[in-house]
């Protein structure tokens, strides 16, 4: 899942069959390479998704291991409090501001190569997060990585759409939903599991450098395993758009990373506010340009993409606030390192990994309401969960919340994907690239939003047990709002 990352730094404290596919037609242009492999009977994408969905692991699990990192790396390198917030909100920083300008440079220069530059920088700035001498030059790499991860988010949601159609295309968005879910609720065991585990003594460092063989192979497919593919008359970037949005996300999602840890001071309020106000200039801005805006308003003439985007909005509310409040209840209030904390959340994994692989199915039976089945399912998953805290309390077995979190987990699998789908799925090909970047700068959006928004409910609280139970309350009220949403999307995918 390209997912909406925990920015907060309180964890610091504590101790996710090959099919033939379609080519993408006009108005798309594809690689003539790719076209005659076509020609000869092979599907062009033959190896596609293992690369695609490996850049896509990397991102969400660099996304989540970081916060088992923490301790770690505060006591490797001398990070104070502030250093290690940017560890954090740095690379979610630069994620949300660089998405909707890299697909449209995807869709300028091609989406193949502006992909192959992102995983070509995110495994150096991997390096570069793993050999970091200093706290310094860890933000820095880890804004570097945030930065490429915005170049390949886009592209890889484009790629599935124009290089897929049909029963292959859901397939494939399946798979992407599947592989960002594995990301997001093994990262934290997978980053336990190596910390604990010190291969060659580099402790905290492992989790970034076990991207370089990954990332470097991965690399070495793309030009042979994706067909190159960009919208005609190569569009402009429109400089003043990409300086009004990128100013804009900058001072909105800063202020929510930042806000409830420095008591909401002045300047956050002052952030937000000439955020909204650029926001409202960007938007009439698109509207008037007379070019190639970087979003073309006519997209929110589509019922399914206009109505999809607010479905995402409210599923990624509560997508990354939930994993964190967990995370806290777990180690701050229960007591478990981040290694106990991990398999918890195999839980909710195990539910994911079993909705996931087959909602594609659901939703060709279901039509839409194969989302809101999703959504019920994960507000009575969040209700067993705050009963099983509100009997237990922070004493009871830890494995009575497992009943909960396997629930909301097949909820989880069979939202992620088919929202996905849905979005993209009516959007013309030469304007797959701009929908791509706001569908992803809409999730990363309403990550930050809703860790600031359930963050003033679960730290308002005076002890974990409440924490949480008004958490989950409030989270299982996002879920239902989820599914009235969800009423009006078409009924059945374009």
Not at 201 to 224: E, K, M, Q
């Amino acid at each position: 899942m390209s997912t909406a990352p925990p920015t907060r730094t309180d964890l610091r404290t504590s101790t996710a069959p090959p099919t033939r596919t379609a080519l993408p037609t006009s108005p798309v242009t594809v690689t003539a390479g790719a076209a005659a492999e076509a020609g000869a009977g092979e599907p062009a994408t033959r190896g596609l998704l293992p690369v695609v969905l490996t850049a896509t692991f990397m991102t969400a699990l660099d996304v989540f291991v970081v916060n088992v990192a923490v301790p770690s790396v505060q006591a490797d390198l001398g990070a104070g409090p502030a250093a290690v917030q940017w560890v954090i909100a740095g690379f979610a920083l630069a994620l949300a501001a660089g998405l909707i300008t890299a697909g449209r440079l995807g869709d300028r220069y091609g989406r193949r190569r502006v992909f192959a530059l992102g995983l070509a920088l995110f495994t150096l700035a991997s390096a570069g997060c793993g050999l970091a001498p200093t706290a310094a030059a860890l933000v820095g790499a880890r804004i570097a990585q945030g930065l490429a991860a915005a170049l390949m988010g886009p592209q890889v949601l484009a790629i599935l759409r124009t290089a897929f159609s049909g029963a292959a295309q859901a397939r494939a968005f399946a798979m992407y939903g599947l592989t960002m879910g594995v990301g997001a609720v093994f990262g934290q065991l997978i980053g336990g599991a190596l910390i604990r585990a010190d291969l060659f003594g580099l402790d905290w460092r492992s989790c970034f450098l076990l991207n370089l063989p990954v990332g470097l192979a991965a690399l070495g497919l793309v030009r042979r395993c994706l067909p190159e593919s960009r919208a005609p008359h190569r569009p402009g970037l429109d400089p003043v758009g990409v300086l009004l949005v990128t100013v804009a996300l900058t001072g909105l999602v800063l202020p929510l990373i930042q806000g409830r840890e420095a008591g909401w001071p002045l300047w956050t309020w002052l952030c937000l506010g000439a955020a909204l106000a650029l926001l409202a200039g960007f938007a009439v801005h698109q509207h008037r340009h007379t070019g190639t805006p970087l979003v073309d308003t006519g997209l929110f003439r589509s019922r399914a993409f206009a109505a999809g985007l607010l479905a995402q909005l409210a599923f990624w509310l509560g997508q990354a606030s939930f994993f964190l409040v967990l995370a806290l209840h777990l180690q701050q209030g229960r007591g478990l390192d981040a290694l106990g904390s991990g398999l918890v959340f195999t839980a909710i994994g195990a539910g994911y990994l079993l909705t996931s692989t087959t909602a594609h199915r659901v939703a060709a039976r279901l039509g839409r309401q194969a989302i809101a089945l999703g959504g019920l399912l994960m507000a009575g998953g969040l209700g067993l969960l705050g009963l099983a805290v509100h009997a237990g309390g922070t004493t009871g077995g830890v494995w009575w919340l497992a009943p909960g979190l396997f629930v909301d987990g097949l909820g989880m699998g069979l939202v992620i994907a088919p929202v996905t789908s849905v979005v993209l799925a009516s959007v013309e090909p030469r304007l797959v690239g701009s929908a791509a970047g706001l569908l992803a700068t809409v999730q990363q959006v309403a990550g930050a939003l809703g860790i600031a928004l359930i963050g003033i409910v679960h730290y308002g609280a005076g002890d974990p047990v409440t924490a949480l139970e008004r958490s989950v309350a409030a989270l299982a009220v996002l879920e239902l709002l989820l599914v009235g949403l969800v009423q009006l999307l078409p009924r059945r995918t374009p």
